[in-house]
């Protein structure tokens, strides 16, 4: 956490424990939070997914594992990881330094999808700004489309802060998006259009906590999603089917 705020054009609202989140959870009237998980080099991916195991046997949480590309005994650590009932693996583009659609990575996504985890992607701009951001809309779009019959989300619906290339090649497309510094940056008419273009199916609330606040966000998504029914699906309904709870 240190490092990151360091690094950080967004300051954190929390310190990235377990304990705060839950906190967090309480005071937000969150449920269940999905906890993604990232391996930036080869060597933490044991020990970063021996985290996600212990962290899932909390009911609050909803832990995803990560593989580095250049882990090794790929295939082992995906079945320990389906084994202990985790049910996705996060991949961050730019923290793990890959690009998203490079064909060198498919073989990773089908060994994931063959085991039937959900795949989540860091997409559009982070943390830290850089001159090349590894998954831009189009790209995520394009490995979404190739790998359709697995259940791919995008988060920041596709593309922090690349909002045009997500409405050109993202939104109305058959892959699910979440909401993190999504839907709370986007004009009123942009997110009236997203709305009515997207699947309200696919989109799945995400605050990106701990740089995020919970309370702010389900606060903003009450006052800016009118239909109740949109809003129930948005805020749990889409991510209760996807994930089996």
Same mark, same amino acid.
């Given at each position: ?74 295939? @082992? =650590?995906?079945?320990?990881? +389906? ?13 793990? *330094?890959? %690009? ?95 709305? @009515? =273009?997207?699947?309200?199916? +696919? ?13 702010? *966000?389900? %606060? ?26």
């Amino acid at each position: 956490m240190e490092n990151l705020t360091r690094i950080s054009v967004y300051p954190p609202c929390l310190n990235g424990t377990l304990s705060a989140l839950k906190e967090s959870m309480d005071r937000a009237g969150i449920h269940r939070s999905v906890v993604l998980n990232i391996a930036t080099n080869p060597k933490q991916t044991e020990n970063v997914n021996n985290f996600a195991i212990e962290a899932n046997a909390d009911e609050k949480i909803i832990a995803f594992g990560s593989i580095h590309p250049d882990s090794e005994n790929v295939v @082992s =650590e995906l079945a320990r990881l +389906k084994a202990n009932g985790i049910l996705g693996i996060k991949f961050h583009p730019d923290f793990q *330094d890959f %690009e998203v659609d490079d064909r060198r990575m498919y073989p990773l996504y089908e060994k994931v999808a063959e085991f039937g985890f959900i795949m989540l992607f860091h997409c559009g701009h982070d943390l830290d700004p850089r001159a090349k951001y590894n998954c831009i809309p189009k790209a995520f779009a394009r490995v979404a489309h190739d790998f359709r019959g697995a259940t791919v989300v995008g988060a920041h619906l596709g593309g922090q802060d690349m909002w045009n290339e997500v409405f050109e090649y993202v939104c109305g497309k058959d892959v699910f998006v979440d909401t993190s510094y999504g839907f709370g940056w986007l004009t009123k008419e942009q997110l009236k259009r997203f709305l @009515s =273009e997207h699947d309200n199916d +696919k989109i799945l609330f995400g605050t990106d906590s701990p740089w995020q606040s919970q309370t702010h *966000d389900v %606060e903003m998504m009450k006052a800016r999603i009118e239909d109740k029914a949109v809003f129930n699906k948005i805020m749990g309904g889409n991510a209760a089917r996807i994930l089996g709870i």
